[in-house]
Structures are given as structure tokens and as C-alpha cells.
């Protein structure tokens, strides 16, 4: 097996091609040490296309009924006043909500600083900090951040620290999850009040868009919750000391199940739609008392901004950049509510897919021609990302697209490269080598884009060799000087090779003043027998035609014996593996060398076989010569002299066929 796939250095140089494509593949897709290289940058932010892509083919779900958003939109401002409001509308708000049978309110929303230092101002404080004590349903948010930042008033951090969770986190992972090295919490009285705080910080993904959302951190050697995992634990009735947390893996609330984690206890959120999916209400109708009693009752309202002038609260999602954060909070807590989020394949998984994809079709590639590797890579391609599509939309798992995609297409055109400039220089060398023995036309059809090449390596072919000899030659040699013998052979071999193009023949080699030529490969030619004579016969006439010419390098008379005969040989390329020649072999050629002898002793110019006359003797005119005992051959054999060629009777194929060409 090994040495099949290994047998040609097409094969050898394709498997590595695509070795060497796919590990770059895999190694650009690695994080080295705790740094993310640029390659692996690139690739997550192309992957994470891919599921934006994805997301849109699935386009829009429903989201839970029991979860809707109070917006604080454009008619909410111009009817109440500018943002921020004052305190005491926001307690105003909460009890509308509460009256009409809320079941939690959320604001997104941070409460870290009073309202003002005026009586009223405090007075507002108050008001909202006593309604979200009485209601017992409300919940808001703070801020982590990266920097100590200023110090904080210890009441409120007193409080703040109050709001730690006891989660049980797997044993080794408390590192892996996000740390904050400050927080802006709350004001106290806030915090004490309300029956939940979480940070509310969420983070793109690298490329502005939001698709992940954090659901625990550290600070100070201790875990707090998020806003949208502090809502969801309340609502289900878990206690933070029931939670169990595997920062890379999972997250397990009490006996509701586990939702998928990524790495440092992100979750990988499931959107519902593009911004507007989630039901809202304005908060003025709300306030109005516009049929907020029925919409709103066993509810969870998320409360934030989606006025066009709030462009600070506008987050990227996979739909588009238009989506607003408080979509984003109510996002993650229906996910959590649902048991819900996308789980994101192994990256060993990912690994074997892309190893496998890039090895299997560099395999496929180099076994097979190019047109059928490059439909295998289409139907794995198109076969693929269907099935990542389907896994996506049927399961909400997520399988890996762009290095295997990459993996594929790379591998596709870096062998189709090779292949290319592979076969370019295959053809230079055709056309070089072949250039030497056959005509310019005949060269161009080996080598065009409609070319059929048939006999590169050795096979048998039916073909008509012909083998011709000057008589005499070497006693006119041993009279000349060598300059003359040259200047002579020059000359003839140049008219016989014009001939043999002529006819579309294929010249093998030149022997002293020997020559063989044959017709009917390296391309197809059904007529190779007729082709030979009528070459043959040319030749005689060129070499009569230049009587004069032969007379002036001294050689009183030219004359050539020829030989000829058809038949099946072994045509093809042979020789060592330093030198290779294009030519024929069998018993065809043998015989038409030993007919191109038997002239000098029958004083004729072309001697053909018996098996040649029967295919073009209707063409010629031919002197039998009897059945002649050839040296090398057990039976005698029946030979032809031709005399010249036969002037068609008027109306007859051939006749026609003359006018044809003329």
C-alpha cells in the first residue's frame, strides 16, 4: 500500500503538498503558550463569520413567552424628559411593573452614584431603594473592571461583598475565570435593597461583535455572578451554594440541568433573531397603564435603553450591528432559563476533521485526474458545510468551518498548481522531444486542449514503417573528404525529413546513412498505410529531381533503397533512464529493413510486403517480385516493387477524394 501511494513523484509530491497545507492549517489554529498568534487570531475571527452566516440561514426562533423587554425608547423620552430620569420615576416604574404581575424586574441599568445632594434629589434615592426593598423582585447591576480604579466608600463595598457567591467551582479552574481588579458597585442602600446584583459587562469577540456573554468572576479571592445568571438563579428558585461551575466545560443550576461553557465561564450565547425579537413595550405605555396588566403579567421585564440617541448601549450581534444591549442581558437570561447555549465542538474534533479533510482529498487528489479531485473537493466542500448548518440549526452545536473549509480549497489549488506547472513542463518536454521527429501541426495536436495522446508509454499500435538507405554510399565515402559526406547527408536527410512531415510521419532516428520513419503514431492516423507509399514515393521523386544537385557533392548517381511494411509493434518510449527515445519495435520493423536491403540485389528502389499491398495496392503501381527468402524470417516472403502511383479511373472514390483535396 505504501509503496502504491508513493509509486510516482506526482503522487509523492501531491501527499505532501497536502501534508504540509493541512499542518500549517492545524498550527496556524493553535494557541502557543498564553498568547494568541495572529494566524489563530485570523481563523477564530473567520470561524466566527462562518456562525454568523450560520445564525442567518437559521434566521429567527422564538424566544420564551415569559420573558419580554420595558424599553426606554424614543417616546418614552419625549414624554418623560431626557435620560437619566430622575430616581423616583424609576420606583414608579417598578411598581407599574409590579402591579401588572411582573415576576422579576430587571434593570440594566447602573445605580453607582446618587441622583444629587439636594433634599429631593436624596429623597428620590430613598424612594427607589424602599420600592425595591417592598417589591422584593427587583435586580440591577454593576461594573468590573480590569484596574483598582478609585477607592470605593467601604459601606458600599460592605454591601457589595455581601452579594459573593459560595458556587462550587471545579477543583484547579478558579484561575481560568475572568478577574476583576476593581468593581463600581452599587450605592449601599441599592444593593441592600434589591433582591439581586450581577455585573452587567459583556464583551465582543474581538471584531465588535457581541456573541458571548460571562457568567462568573473573580474579585478579591471570590466569585460573583452576572446579572443575567443572578436573575435566572432567583427566578428557578436555585441557591448559589447548589451551583456547581466547571469554567471550560459547563455550568450545572442545582437540578435544572448544565449549560455549555467555554473557556473562563463563558457562555456561547443562542440568539433568537435580530434586534426586535424579544418582545418590548415602551415604558411610557407602561407608566400610562396601556394594557401592561396583560402583557406583563408572570413575567421577567428586562428594563434598558433602545432610543436611537442611546448609541452608547448599541451592540454588534451575529444578525447586525444594530442590537441593543438590554437585548443582549435578556438574551442570556432566556438562554439560562432555557438550559440553552451553543456547544462548540472539541478542539481535538477539530483537529481530526481538519486533518482528516485536508489528508483524505490530498490522497484523493493525487490518485485521480484533477477534473474528478476537483468534484470530490466540491461535494466534501458543499457535503461539509451542510452538515455544519444542519448541526447548527437542528442541534445548536457548533462544528468547525473555516480551517477545514480552508484545509480543502488550500489543498485543492495547491495540488492543482503543482499539476499545472507539472504538465506545462511535460508538454515543453513533448513538444521538444517530439519536435525532432513529427511535424509542427502534429506536435500541436499532442499538445493542444483537444489533443488525444495516445502512446506515450510503450503499447501496440498498428503503424507502417518505413526504412530507406543510400546505395553505395560507403565507397563514395571513402572517396570524399568528410566535409563533402556531411555537406551530402545534410542535404538528403533534410528533403527526407520534409517528406516524412509532409505526409504527417514521425521520423525514429537516422543510422549512418540509414534512415527510419513510421506513420501512424504518436497520433492516430487509419490511413498510416497509404501515407507511407505515398512518402516513399515522393522521396524517390525529390531525390530523381535533384540529379544535378547530387552530381556537385560528387556523387554521380543517388540512389536510395526503401522498405516498407504494416503491422502491430510496440510503439512507445524507450531506452535508459538517462536517455529516452520515441520509437517502434516488433517483427513489422525488422522486415522492413530486410525489404530495404533485398533492393540491391533486385536492382528496385521500394520494396513493399505482401501485407502492405493489400492495403494500398489499388493506389500503385506494383511489380510482384515473387516470394523471397528473407534472412532472420523461417518463411519466405511474398514482396511488391512499387513503380509509382496509379491515376484514378474518372469517378471513382479515390478520383474524387484527389479533387477533394486539391
Not at 388 to 407: H, S
Request: aromatic share 8%; glycine share 10%; with cysteine.
Amino acid at each position: 500500500m505504501f509503496r502504491f501511494l508513493f509509486a510516482t513523484r506526482y503522487r509523492r509530491w501531491s501527499l505532501l503538498i497536502a501534508f504540509s497545507i493541512t499542518t500549517s492549517v492545524i498550527l496556524a489554529n493553535l494557541t502557543w503558550g498564553q498568547g494568541v498568534t495572529p494566524w489563530k487570531a485570523l481563523f477564530d475571527l473567520l470561524e466566527m463569520k462562518t456562525i454568523d452566516w450560520r445564525y442567518q440561514l437559521r434566521a429567527t426562533r422564538k424566544p420564551p413567552p415569559d420573558l419580554m423587554i420595558a424599553a426606554v425608547d424614543d417616546d418614552s423620552l419625549q414624554q418623560i424628559g431626557r435620560w437619566p430620569w430622575p430616581r423616583e420615576k424609576l420606583a414608579e416604574l417598578a411598581e407599574a411593573l409590579h402591579e401588572g404581575g411582573a415576576r422579576a424586574i430587571v434593570f440594566d441599568m447602573f445605580l453607582a452614584e446618587p441622583q444629587g445632594s439636594a433634599p429631593e434629589d436624596i429623597s428620590s434615592d430613598r424612594k427607589l431603594a424602599a420600592t425595591m426593598r417592598r417589591l422584593g423582585c427587583v435586580y440591577h447591576g454593576w461594573i468590573g473592571r480590569a484596574d483598582s480604579g478609585e477607592r470605593v466608600q467601604k459601606d458600599r463595598m460592605a454591601a457589595f461583598r455581601k452579594h459573593a457567591w459560595p458556587v462550587r467551582v471545579e477543583p484547579g479552574t478558579e484561575g481560568s475565570l475572568v478577574t476583576y481588579e476593581g468593581v463600581t458597585p452599587p450605592l449601599a442602600e441599592f444593593t441592600d435593597s434589591a433582591q439581586g446584583v450581577g455585573f452587567g459587562n459583556v464583551v465582543d469577540c474581538g471584531d465588535g461583535v457581541f456573541r458571548w456573554y460571562i457568567l462568573a468572576a473573580r474579585f478579591e479571592d471570590a466569585i460573583y455572578p452576572s446579572l443575567a445568571l443572578t436573575v435566572a438563579a432567583g427566578d428557578l428558585g436555585v441557591a448559589p451554594e447548589e451551583i456547581a461551575l466547571d469554567p471550560g466545560r459547563s455550568i450545572t443550576l442545582g437540578d435544572q440541568g448544565a449549560i455549555p461553557l467555554m473557556g473562563q465561564g463563558t457562555v456561547f450565547l443562542d440568539f433568537y433573531g435580530p434586534s426586535g425579537t424579544i418582545p418590548r413595550k415602551s415604558v411610557a405605555d407602561i407608566l400610562n397603564r396601556r394594557r401592561a396588566e396583560n402583557e406583563v403579567r408572570g413575567k421577567i421585564v428586562v428594563v434598558g435603553q433602545t432610543a436611537e440617541g442611546s448609541q452608547t448601549d448599541v451592540r454588534a450581534s451575529p444578525f447586525g450591528p444594530n442590537y441593543y444591549g438590554v437585548e443582549l442581558q435578556a438574551t442570556a437570561i432566556a438562554n439560562l432559563l432555557e438550559q440553552r447555549a451553543l456547544r462548540v465542538s472539541a478542539p481535538l474534533i477539530d483537529l481530526v476533521i481538519t486533518g482528516a479533510f485536508g489528508l483524505v482529498l490530498g490522497l484523493i487528489l493525487a490518485l485521480t485526474r484533477p477534473a474528478y479531485g476537483a468534484v470530490v473537493s466540491l461535494l466534501a466542500f458543499l457535503g461539509y458545510n451542510s452538515v455544519c448548518t444542519v448541526t447548527f440549526t437542528r442541534a445548536a452545536y457548533l462544528l468547525p468551518m473555516a480551517a477545514p473549509n480552508i484545509a480543502i480549497v488550500a489543498c485543492l489549488f495547491g495540488i492543482l498548481l503543482y499539476r499545472l506547472a507539472t504538465e506545462e513542463r511535460q508538454r515543453n518536454r513533448i513538444t521538444h522531444t517530439f519536435g525532432l521527429f513529427v511535424p509542427p501541426q502534429v506536435v500541436e495536436e499532442l499538445t493542444g486542449e483537444e489533443g488525444k495522446v495516445e502512446g506515450f508509454e510503450a503499447e501496440r499500435r498498428e503503424i507502417t514503417v518505413l526504412f530507406a538507405d543510400i546505395r553505395d554510399f560507403t565507397a563514395y565515402a571513402e572517396r570524399r573528404q568528410p566535409e563533402d559526406v556531411v555537406a551530402l547527408l545534410n542535404r538528403y536527410f533534410s528533403l527526407m525529413h520534409e517528406v516524412v512531415w509532409q505526409f504527417g510521419g514521425t521520423l525514429d532516428k537516422y543510422m549512418g546513412d540509414g534512415m527510419l520513419a513510421f506513420f501512424g503514431a504518436p497520433t492516430l492516423q487509419p490511413d498510416h498505410a497509404e501515407r507511407a507509399v505515398l512518402a516513399a514515393i515522393e522521396m524517390q521523386r525529390q531525390i530523381a529531381e535533384r540529379a544535378d544537385e547530387w552530381r556537385q557533392y560528387g556523387m554521380e548517381r543517388l540512389r536510395v533503397g526503401m522498405g516498407l511494411d504494416t503491422g502491430e509493434v510496440l510503439v512507445g518510449f524507450a531506452g535508459s533512464q538517462g536517455r529516452m527515445q520515441y520509437t517502434c519495435m516488433g517483427t513489422v520493423v525488422n522486415l522492413a529493413s530486410r525489404l530495404e536491403e533485398e533492393n540491391r540485389l533486385l536492382d528496385t528502389d521500394i520494396l513493399i510486403s505482401s501485407a502492405l499491398h493489400e492495403k494500398v495496392g489499388h493506389l500503385l503501381k506494383a511489380q510482384p517480385m515473387g516470394a523471397l527468402a528473407i534472412r532472420g524470417l523461417s518463411a519466405p516472403v511474398k514482396a511488391y516493387a512499387v513503380l509509382g502511383k496509379r491515376e484514378p479511373e474518372p469517378g471513382t472514390e479515390i478520383d474524387r477524394r484527389r479533387g477533394d483535396e486539391a
